[in-house]
């Protein structure tokens, strides 16, 4: 008999992503006490995958711990905050701008009768924008397959680089 194969997220991952997204949906504000057993009741596990969820999001920055006093969502101090408005500024300024000229590139070509070649631009677009992860990646992956293979084609077969 085989063994089924597992999920691609273990039970301590599933429990970091419900206590992080409680934390970013404002459940748990900064300084809030995160106590191992309640949030084990709450998501319906034992203490264990709870405690090994708070390392990973104190090693992320978004759980404080200390010793014999527990863990607690963790705070900005004024300066930190300003720090992350500002890097956010810079990263999302430059998405928008690149997704502008993206946008601007797509239409630039279905002017060049590349239609089929827009079309795939504009679906890649539409995937990133999608706020899916998952979906974005995999329309990028189709999208760079589908230009290797259009520039595989080419190439010329007769420079015995196989």
């Given at each position: 008999?085989?063994?089924?194969?597992?999920?691609?997220?273990?039970?301590?991952?599933?429990?970091?992503?419900?206590?992080?997204?409680?934390?970013?949906?404002?459940?748990?504000?900064?300084?809030?006490?995160?106590?191992?057993?309640?949030?084990?009741?709450?998501?319906?596990?034992?203490?264990?995958?709870?405690?090994?969820?708070?390392?990973?999001?104190?090693?992320?920055?978004?759980?404080?711990?200390?010793?014999?006093?527990?863990?607690?969502?963790a705070t900005?101090?004024?300066?930190?905050?300003?720090?992350?408005?500002?890097?956010?500024?810079?990263?999302?300024?430059?998405?928008?701008?690149?997704?502008?000229?993206?946008?601007?590139?797509?239409?630039?070509?279905?002017?060049?009768?590349?239609?089929?070649?827009?079309?795939?631009?504009?679906?890649?677009?539409?995937?990133?924008?999608?706020?899916?992860?998952?979906?974005g990646c995999?329309?990028?992956?189709?999208?760079?397959?589908?230009?290797?293979?259009?520039?595989?084609?080419?190439?010329?077969?007769?420079?015995?680089?196989?």
């Amino acid at each position: 008999m085989k063994l089924q194969p597992l999920a691609d997220d273990s039970l301590t991952d599933r429990v970091a992503g419900r206590i992080r997204d409680a934390i970013h949906e404002g459940r748990y504000p900064p300084g809030a006490r995160l106590v191992e057993r309640t949030l084990a009741a709450e998501l319906g596990v034992s203490h264990i995958p709870v405690r090994e969820a708070l390392v990973r999001l104190t090693d992320q920055g978004l759980v404080e711990r200390a010793p014999r006093r527990g863990a607690r969502v963790a705070t900005l101090t004024p300066r930190e905050l300003e720090e992350l408005s500002s890097l956010r500024i810079v990263l999302e300024r430059f998405v928008v701008t690149r997704v502008q000229e993206l946008r601007a590139a797509t239409a630039a070509l279905e002017l060049d009768a590349l239609e089929e070649h827009a079309a795939s631009h504009d679906e890649l677009l539409d995937a990133i924008l999608s706020g899916d992860a998952e979906t974005g990646c995999a329309e990028m992956t189709r999208h760079i397959e589908l230009a290797t293979e259009r520039l595989r084609d080419t190439l010329d077969a007769g420079d015995g680089d196989d």
